[in-house]
Every structure is written in structure tokens, then in C-alpha cells.
């Protein structure tokens, strides 16, 4: 598996990659959804106009299985960021990646920074065979879902967001329910709080990158030889046919999982 | 799998902005684009209900004026039936009475007509017979007045008789 580009300034690390396909993800969001919304209609709607108010409707759809419509007013715009920022963080990892490759320590920057986690690598393979030539690859582009800090981001947003939603909005219901339905049960309740932050993070992030994995592992199948290659592009066509289900599921399933949490928390009555 | 929080925050700076900027930008205006068309959509079906109300209540009107009318007419035809067989009926009874009249005057004018010929033909007889009997007589009877009552008288009885 090829590593991340890092470099160190100003004694924290940035994660190139990461920073790179943000920018991407979020100017393609944004292009999409300015270009849905550039000549709005009331009467007569553009194509991406109806399929923007498409999306608007299936995440009302979403919302309104979980909690009441009203309530959840507030948290629609959050629901489309969150869907469009996570299908299309999704997807694009699939079609193409970019990668470069390094053999010498001193080439091992970028604008000056040097590349801090590639030359760790080049040391580290150089200990371990030593007078053998270094490869070091690093992945330039992928799904920024993909990778953990950025998935856990997320769900950490949503995390703070349903607590402090929680202690605001529903101050003695959220905390009773702590100590339900006895008081010993306090650390239970606490550790199913951060397990669903877990689970909620760690899901798109296994699903997303184990998909790339896969991928990246057929793509160097596909390098090995003739047969290689023959055999691993019907294995790539079907396996990015599925990452793209994968990563509409994870996006759907993302984005169903905050409005679950956000109404549990803001659901005022009381049916213990 | 590596973990960096710079990498997290970073990602929750790009979410954020994005989240802020599509509120603004994109789905701001999409809302409230859509909750206007929501608007115009109730307000048409509203719109139609009331016209199929109206109409329906037009219908209703139509049938009624229809009914009245035909009500009317069969009244007017009854109206006319029952005008003309009273005309008839006194057509037929003037014309009875004109008739009897007609015929009254007939017969009056016949026994006029009648009378008076007698009349006459009983002055000319008289004359005649006068004359006649003058002439059969005219030795013994004279003109008398005496004689010719007698005469008269005759011919009255004869006349009475005829």
C-alpha cells in the first residue's frame, strides 16, 4: 500500500493528499450545486435544478423517517452537505489515482518541505534490505473519505453536534437517559455514546478505504504480467461498479445515522 | 492507516466552509424556491376546487331554469288547451243561438209574409167575390153595406177555414 504525502511545518504534520482532495471534493460540490441553483425556476425547472430539489426531497425523505419534519428544518442544509461532501469524496477515489514514486531521500519534498513520512519509509525499507534500490510510493489522489481523520472528523462533528444539540435543547431528558434505565448503568450508556461515534466514523472510513485497497491491489495485479492484466480488468470493472454502490450506501446510510442521532437527542417525550 | 488531527481539522475547516457557503449560496435560494412552488401548488388546487365548486353550483342552476321552464311551458300548453275548448265550446253556443235566432226570424217573417198575403188575398177576394157576386146578383143585390158585411162575413169563415 503506497503512503500519504506529509510534510511538517511548523511542527504539525499536513496530510498533502488530504488537503488536495478536500479542495477537489468541496470545489466539485460547490460548482455542482451552483450550477443547479444558477437560474432557479419556480414554474419551469432546469434539469440540474430537478435533480438538486431530487436530493433535497430524498434527504427530507430520510429526515422524516426519523424525526418530525419541523424539528428537523434546521438540519436539512447539514443532511445535503454531508450527503453531496460524502458521494462525492466516495467517488472520486474510484476512477483514477495518482501516484508518485521516490527513490532518494533528497527528491522527497514538495515546495521546499521535505515529504516527512516518505523519507521515515526510504530509511526504513533501506535498514531492512540494505544495498537494494528504494520505491517508495505515494498516493496523491483518493477518496478523502477514504481516510480515517477525515471520516472520524465528521463523525466527530456530528458527535459534538447531538450533544450539544442534547444538553441545549433537551437538558433533562438527555442527561436522564443516561441513567437509564438504572443508574448503573452510567457506563454502559457512556460507552455506547462513543461506540456510535466510532462505529459511525470507522464504517464510511473501512468501507471507503477497503474499496481502494482493493483496487490499488488490482491495479498492481493488472502491472505483474499479460495474463495479470487480462484477468484483472473484468475483476476492476466489477469491483468499481461495486465501490460505487459501497459508496452511495455509506453515503446514505452517513447521513441516515446523524438524523437517527440528531432525533434521538431532541425528541422531548418520554417513552421509558 | 495513519490518524492526524491536523488532517481532522483541516477536514472539519473544508466541511464547515462548504456547509456554509452551500446554505448560502445554493440551498438558501433552492428552499425557498421550493416552498414557493409549494405555495403556487396549493394555491391551484385551491383555485380549481373553487371553479369545480362554481361550476358544480352552475349545473345546478341550469337544471332548476330548465325544470321551471318545462314547468312553464306545460302550464302554458294546458293554459291554451283549456282556452280553446272554452272558445269552442262558446263558439258553438253563439253560433246555436244565432242559429235559433236566424230561424225565429224565419219563421216570424213566414207567418208575416204568410198573414199578410192572407190578408190580401182575402181583401182581393172579398172585392172579388163582391164584384162577382155583383155581377151574378146585380138585380136583387144591391151594394148595400148591409149585403157586403154579409159577404164579408162569409168569406171570413171561408178564409177561417182555408
Not at chain 2, 42 to 58: G, K
Amino acid at each position: 500500500m503506497h503512503i500519504s504525502p506529509m510534510i511538517e511545518v511548523g511542527g504539525l504534520d499536513f496530510d498533502l493528499s488530504i488537503i488536495l482532495m478536500l479542495i477537489v471534493t468541496c470545489t466539485i460540490v460547490f460548482v455542482l450545486a451552483r450550477l443547479a441553483t444558477r437560474n432557479l425556476s419556480v414554474e419551469n425547472p432546469g434539469k440540474l435544478q430537478n435533480f438538486m430539489e431530487w436530493l433535497v426531497e430524498f434527504v427530507q425523505g430520510m429526515m422524516s423517517s426519523t424525526m418530525d419534519l419541523k424539528k428537523g428544518k434546521p438540519f436539512l442544509g447539514l443532511g445535503l452537505t454531508l450527503i453531496l461532501f460524502i458521494f462525492v469524496g466516495n467517488m472520486l477515489g474510484l476512477p483514477f489515482g495518482i501516484v508518485t514514486e521516490y527513490h532518494d531521500v533528497n527528491k522527497a519534498t514538495f515546495f521546499g518541505h521535505q515529504l516527512v513520512n516518505v523519507v521515515e519509509e526510504i530509511h526504513k525499507v533501506e535498514a531492512a534490505n540494505p544495498g537494494k534500490e528504494v520505491e517508495v510510493g505515494v498516493t496523491w489522489w483518493k477518496s478523502p473519505t477514504a481516510d480515517a481523520s477525515v471520516s472520524m472528523g465528521l463523525a466527530g462533528l456530528i458527535f459534538v453536534l447531538v450533544h450539544f444539540l442534547g444538553l441545549t435543547r433537551n437538558t433533562k431528558g438527555y442527561l436522564k437517559h443516561y441513567l437509564q434505565p438504572f443508574a448503573v448503568f452510567l457506563p454502559i450508556n457512556l460507552i455506547e455514546q462513543f461506540s456510535k461515534l466510532l462505529t459511525h466514523g470507522m464504517r464510511l472510513f473501512g468501507n471507503i478505504f477497503a474499496g481502494e485497497v482493493l483496487i490499488a491491489q488490482l491495479v498492481k495485479l493488472g502491472s505483474t504480467g499479460i495474463i495479470g492484466g487480462i484477468a484483472s480488468i473484468p475483476l476492476l470493472m466489477v469491483w468499481q461498479g461495486f465501490s460505487i454502490f459501497v459508496g452511495s450506501i455509506q453515503a446514505f446510510v452517513f447521513v441516515m445515522l446523524t438524523f437517527l442521532y440528531i432525533s434521538q437527542v431532541i425528541d422531548t417525550h418520554e417513552e421509558h | 492507516m495513519h490518524f492526524s488531527i491536523t488532517s481532522l481539522v483541516l477536514a472539519l475547516i473544508a466541511f464547515l466552509a462548504l456547509y456554509f457557503l452551500l446554505n448560502k449560496y445554493a440551498f438558501g435560494p433552492l428552499f425557498s424556491v421550493m416552498e414557493k412552488r409549494r405555495e403556487l401548488v396549493l394555491q391551484q388546487m385551491n383555485e380549481a376546487a373553487q371553479t369545480r365548486e362554481q361550476a358544480v353550483s352552475y349545473v345546478e342552476e341550469q337544471k332548476q331554469a330548465l325544470q321551471t321552464a318545462r314547468k312553464e311551458a306545460l302550464e302554458i300548453i294546458e293554459q291554451s288547451r283549456q282556452t280553446s275548448s272554452k272558445q269552442t265550446e262558446q263558439l258553438i253556443e253563439s253560433a246555436k243561438v244565432e242559429a235559433s235566432r236566424i230561424k225565429d226570424e224565419a219563421v216570424r217573417d213566414i207567418q208575416n209574409e204568410k198573414n199578410k198575403a192572407v190578408e190580401e188575398l182575402r181583401g182581393e177576394l172579398g172585392a172579388a167575390s163582391v164584384k162577382i157576386a155583383s155581377k151574378l146578383l146585380q138585380k136583387e143585390v144591391s151594394t148595400d153595406p148591409a149585403q157586403e158585411g154579409l159577404v164579408d162575413q162569409y168569406l171570413k169563415e171561408v178564409g177561417g177555414r182555408s
